[in-house]
């Protein structure tokens, strides 16, 4: 297993455009989180998903942002009618639930991120 | 509700020197987990340690260090000799126990770290 993989690693649309981006997790892992980064900003934490079941959303995600985990294995987040202020990295995570130390002892696995651009 | 503050944005130092990355966080709760996570200019977050609110005990990784005082709410990272390949944005990161089932982080700022041949 390579990790966590994210596509586009970049992505240019104009406003008013959908864009959509995929997350293909650690395959064990059971847990999945999408955050968000704008420049020179900490992540923040957009959605998480138990296997297929979101299970929490951020106040951050609008309306027109919707995610999903088909099948509890990879996951897309779908932004519709971008705005120039949806410019932001859009990082996956994921982890294996539970408390035990070894699901702990790594915490999270992120992938490279996909960045995006309204113009 | 949680917060993490990295007061320094951006540290500048020479090969060699010692740096020390500060990191003070607030939260309600007793018992809680802490990062450090590393972005280099790749972009994936590269995780380098946690530690739990009931270990209070410092740890050593190399030329990596981290002092974790609850007292203060402080958990500093400090780099002992440090080299180019350490510039990078360091991120410190708090995800607390109750009312987090899904185990989120709060980061910080960051810190972006140059360090100069």
């Known amino acids: 297993d390579t990790g966590v993989s994210q596509n586009p690693r970049h992505k240019i649309t104009k406003r008013g455009q959908n864009v959509t981006f995929r997350c293909d997790p650690i395959s064990e892992h059971n847990r999945l989180y999408w955050y968000r980064q704008t420049l020179g900003q900490g992540p923040e934490f957009l959605t998480y998903?138990?296997?297929?079941?979101?299970?929490?959303k951020s106040r951050l995600l609008s309306d027109r942002f919707s995610a999903e985990r088909p099948k509890g294995s990879f996951s897309t987040l779908e932004i519709q009618r971008t705005e120039q202020g949806d410019s932001a990295m859009y990082l996956c995570a994921s982890r294996p639930s539970g408390w035990d130390r070894s699901s702990w002892i790594y915490g999270y696995t992120f992938g490279s991120g996909t960045r995006l651009t309204v113009v | 509700a949680q917060k993490v503050t990295q007061a320094q944005t951006e540290i500048s130092v020479v090969e060699k020197e010692d740096v020390t990355l500060d990191c003070v966080y607030e939260t309600r709760d007793t018992t809680y987990y802490l990062f450090w996570y590393k972005q280099p200019p790749s972009g994936e977050l590269v995780f380098l340690i946690r530690r739990n609110s009931f270990d209070e005990q410092n740890e050593i990784s190399g030329r990596y260090s981290w002092n974790f005082q609850k007292s203060t709410s402080s958990f500093n990272f400090t780099i002992t000799a440090s080299q180019v390949v350490d510039s990078a944005v360091y991120f410190c990161?708090?995800?607390?126990?109750?009312?987090?089932?899904?185990?989120?982080?709060?980061f910080g700022g960051g810190t972006r770290l140059m360090v100069k041949p």
């Open positions: 998903f138990q296997n297929e079941a979101q299970l929490e």
């Open positions: 990161a708090l995800s607390e126990v109750a009312g987090n089932a899904g185990n989120m982080l709060t």
